[in-house]
């Protein structure tokens, strides 16, 4: 579930890649491309944190 | 545009200001071998912050970032996807090696081998493959340093006798501090190269073009294909970008400064904190890269490996002295506070690794701290005389680093996964790595647009299974 969960980030920045690989819509102006990285760069946190809460949990 | 040295001098007090903070802050700390290489084991999460992020903002955030989206664009978006992968991954590992580390009070890279394989053949044989990649990366690091008091200087300086002075005081100022200085140090530089990222990345297209937004606009229409990575096999296309980034993001916590580092933390939940929050810091990068593509409108047609310069030639061009002189000595620090982390890393596993474990030389506390003191001069001076050498080829030897750290991950990693994995396995399973890897990126040749990185690690991986199963290489575990 952890391994799972950490799995979601890291896909959408490898493997996902070539199926976002557009520059429109741009958001705010940013590649549509260069907005999908960056929106995981941010959420790959969140992730990270729930997989902590779910080990001190576990704990 | 005068040929004043302001800009040098700026440099100079920056990068001497910066030494003086580190060895200041470190003049009562005690040196044993422990506090020197890896901090006493007792960084928290700053230390750590400024340590693990280090790799990432090195000289190649200034220069490299830039001068890729200068030159190609959408490439460029690779590095920050792999350093948010690695610390997906570091999440999980990076506590992991720190227990091993801790309860068997290890110190550098290839004592981890040494202690989880039971192999003191192994330790030493990675020992001498890390040491071979350290001294070019260090060499690296040097040539981006001469850019940077090249352009600083206006072209009317040497800059080769500046970059052999400063890397001397850099050298010194690692013998005399250790790790935790270098920590010091690199708490200054990523303030000073933080500052220099929003400078390049925000305050330059809104000089120019009113916002960042109206920058990649002007891209949109004139270089519409900088904007999205080139299809499938292609040069710097999809598929090199996938396998770019599962190669880098698996060898990031492999580099042998970067193992170091995982050791010096206080706890796992500082390295696990870490993890946590240095994603955020990636997101930084998006401004070299808006650096980049703005100097592409702003100073067009540079070619070959000028293209590392752009966005400091628009800054050269463009802005007062003392606004360069600032961002070169950001560029600088950033330049030579990794080189010093691996420096220390360098001059650590060859004193305890190859001279004392195998040549049984000096093994006790005090002459070991010597030694690697005297060791870390060593490292630098080879270094230098290589970087000297071979000035043109060292671009070419990035690819060696990046591509033989990462063979050294699937002994660690099965080190936790495979009870079954052996010395044999792992040894052969680098050996087979790296000979699959190296020719291939020295030839230039990649394969179905992979990174010939990620197939040497294949080859790695179904050596190390095979041969751990054969019935010869089965003793040499030790029971975890």
Known sequence: MRLLLAAVPFTALTFAVPFVNRDQPRIAGIPFLLCWIVAWALLAPAFLWAISRLERHDA | MTATPLALIIVAVVVLGTIGFALLSVRRIKMDPQQYMVGGRSFGTIFLWVLL??????????????????????PAYYVMAYGVCAYLIGYFLAPAIWRVAKDANLLTGPDFFETRYNSRALGVAVALLWFAMIVPYVALQLSGLQILLRIAGYGAYDATASVCVAFVVLALFVFTAGLRGTAWASVVKDVFVLGGVIFAG???????????????????????????????????????????VLLSAIGFYMGPHTMTAVYSSRSAQALRRNAMLLPLYQVFLCLMIFAGLSAALIVPGLKGTAVDQSFLLVVQRYYPSWVLGL??????????VPASALLLAG?????????????????????????????????????????????????????????GITQFAP??????????????????????????AVPLAALNITPLGINVGLLGLAANIVVLIGVSLLPFSRPLRKSP
Do not use: C
């Not at chain 2, 280090?54 to 959408?74: D, N």
């Not at chain 2, 070991?368 to 070419?396: K, P, S």
């Not at chain 2, 002994?411 to 699959?436: M, Q």
């Open chain 2, 202 to 244: 925000v305050a330059i297209p809104m000089h120019f073009f009113g916002s960042p937004a109206a920058m990649i606009q002007r891209i949109g229409i004139i270089h519409p294909q900088m904007l999205v990575l080139p299809l499938g096999t292609a040069y710097h296309g999809t598929v090199w970008f996938v396998s770019s």
């Open chain 2, 327 to 336: 961002i070169a000595a950001a560029g600088s620090l950033a330049a030579l």
């Open chain 2, 347 to 403: 001059a650590g596993l060859i004193t305890k690794n190859v001279l004392g474990d195998w040549l049984g030389i000096a093994t006790g506390d005090k002459e070991r701290t010597l030694l690697t003191r005297v060791l870390v001069l060593v490292v630098a001076v080879l270094a230098l005389l290589f970087w000297l050498d071979a000035q043109r080829t060292v671009v070419e030897l990035l690819l060696l680093y990046y591509n």
């Open chain 2, 411 to 436: 002994g660690v990693i099965a080190s936790f996964l495979w009870k079954r994995a052996t010395a044999w396995g792992v040894g052969l399973g680098i050996a087979a790595g790296l000979s699959v």
């Open chain 2, 53 to 74: 992020a280090g790799e990432i903002y090195t000289t190649f955030t200034f220069l490299g970032i830039a001068g890729l989206s200068y030159s190609q664009g959408a």
